[in-house]
């Protein structure tokens, strides 16, 4: 499949069709952007009410309650992320995403000059508990350990889940290097955990903690004051449904045929609504009517308007319509996806077109890859780069332990081996003694062969153990690099880098310029 991420950075040409508001790396699409946001309305006033006591709740800073303040303004713009609701922010790229989201809204604050607010979208609504229940920390010989949530989710929205006991948590911390910092971060980790009601809060508290400097927005999509204001939306979802399956389906046959992978492979019959009841059904349409997934009920349309109207805190988007309610509630000049978003927003164009929008600028979020001291000194002793630690190590493994063979073990088994050989090859003339003779002498020396691989295995083994050293360094930087066969940013949590360098990890991850989408920044 190709680079969808390199075919934007090199030829955007080739995929303008799927990203209608233009290149992300060129500014006059930002100003048509803008001009078009503004020919359209939002309710600003209630959204700037519900965020200003969301925030208060979350102790915001001054900042944040300023930007939120802006919003009620009719020049004001968002840059606007998301993500699920994961144990302490969950991976890195979380970080990455709330740190790029800043920094386009202040870079395009500038050359806009108007207002740009970034948001961050919690999908506290999701009921993935799979996507969201586990984390990973490197403890103090750099290997991996998990963090993870008691329990199974129920099939409830993350944001309906409680927040575990601290007790619970810091129970799974225990193996944690006892870093410069780690007696200030686990203390400030149990103070948000304790203040939150719900996994969503305790998500929004802790990346608040993460970007206080900068001034991020929090925007919980389960908030009844929010759920009210998305129902016409909702509304207008369920009587289009039809017309959204036939968008989305012909968009992503045209994605298929550019060769990329599609995120988004529906069933049949998606509304591309879910019902909680309480746990979250999507709902589905057949020839008979509305009905939801695993049930056999038959619902009409104006039963289901009904309900939203009564109870519009049970209806939620999916990855499909998601995009399209924050298109609806937010001026939303540019979203800043991770590269499998990105391919699941390009099959959305027709969409968003099909409900009366405009796609937003997709900007990629940064991608980086963290190296301590310690790797970088195993990197250049090793003579090794990031891609080979991406190619995986196990050739060069191999080979530091031959190289620090100085008995020369093959040849020596070798040798025995072909003296063996030629021992059996002087018993053959016995074989004259009976008839049963030759399968004796066979049978015999591959009994003795067997042997002699088995010994050869065992003291390859134990040659190994005399390189533990190099072997050691080489599996940590596997575990630190590409933990659990992936990159760093998908696995690993923020707190493996918190506790050993505090908040001026942050402050470095907001040094590193955003807008380069064809490979990985490192830092150091």
Request: glycine fraction near 6%; charged fraction near 25%; aromatic fraction near 10%.
């Amino acid at each position: 499949m190709r680079d969808l991420m390199q075919t934007i950075a090199t030829c955007f040409e080739q995929v303008a069709l799927f990203f209608p508001s233009g290149d992300p790396k060129i500014q006059e699409n930002f100003e048509r952007r803008a001009a078009y946001l503004d020919s359209r309305n939002y309710s600003r006033e209630v959204i700037a009410d519900t965020l200003k006591g969301y925030h208060r709740h979350l102790g915001a800073n001054a900042e944040t309650f300023q930007m939120i303040e802006e919003l009620r303004l009719k020049e004001t713009l968002t840059v606007v992320t998301g993500q699920q609701a994961g144990i302490l922010t969950g991976p890195l790229y979380t970080l990455y995403k709330a740190m790029t989201t800043i920094q386009l809204a202040r870079e395009q604050r500038e050359k806009l000059s108007r207002p740009v607010v970034p948001i961050f979208w919690i999908a506290g609504e999701d009921h993935d508990w799979q996507e969201i229940r586990e984390t990973y920390i490197l403890n103090s010989e750099g290997k991996l350990i998990s963090c993870h949530l008691p329990g199974d989710g129920g099939g409830e929205s993350i944001g309906h889940q409680k927040v575990p006991s601290w007790e619970t948590i810091e129970a799974q911390l225990l193996e944690m290097p006892d870093g410069e910092f780690r007696s200030s971060v686990l203390k400030q980790c149990r103070q948000l955990t304790e203040q939150a009601e719900n996994l969503t809060q305790w998500f929004a508290l802790t990346l608040q903690w993460l970007v206080h400097k900068w001034g991020l927005v929090f925007f919980d999509p389960m908030l009844p004051e929010f759920k009210r204001l998305a129902a016409p939306m909702y509304e207008q979802i369920l009587k289009m449904q039809g017309d959204i399956r036939d968008a989305l389906s012909e968009r992503t046959k045209k994605w298929v045929g550019l060769g990329f992978n599609p995120q988004i492979q529906p069933t049949g019959g998606e509304v591309n609504l879910f019902l909680s009841v309480p746990e979250r059904r999507a709902i589905l349409y057949g020839n008979q009517g509305f009905y939801l997934r695993g049930q056999k009920e038959l619902w009409d349309l104006d039963a289901l308007n009904d309900l939203l109207a009564q109870e519009p805190e049970r209806f939620s988007p999916n990855v499909v319509t998601r995009p399209v309610v924050q298109e609806f509630l937010f001026p939303t000049l540019a979203y800043v996806p991770g590269p499998g978003e990105l391919n699941y927003w390009a099959q959305l164009g027709k969409v968003f077109t099909t409900l009366g929008f405009v796609m937003p600028i997709l900007f990629p979020r940064l991608s980086a890859v963290v190296l301590t001291p310690t790797w970088q000194k195993s990197l250049r002793k090793q003579g090794l780069t990031i891609k080979d630690v991406y190619n995986g190590l196990e050739e060069h493994r191999n080979r530091c332990v031959r190289e620090r063979d100085t008995l020369d073990i093959d040849d020596r088994f070798q040798h025995f081996r072909e003296q063996i050989e030629k021992g059996y090859a002087d018993l053959k003339p016995l074989e004259d003694i009976h008839v049963n003779v030759h399968d004796w002498l066979i049978r015999n020396e591959q009994k003795v062969n067997f042997q002699l691989d088995y010994l050869k295995e065992k003291v390859w083994q134990a040659q190994r153990k005399r390189c533990s050293d190099v072997l050691r360094n080489l599996q940590q930087l596997e575990d630190g690099i590409t933990p659990n066969r992936s990159r760093q940013e998908r696995v690993l949590n923020p707190l493996s880098f918190l506790i050993r360098y505090g908040h001026s990890f942050v402050d470095q991850v907001a040094e590193i310029p955003i807008g380069d989408f064809s490979e990985h920044q490192i830092l150091l």
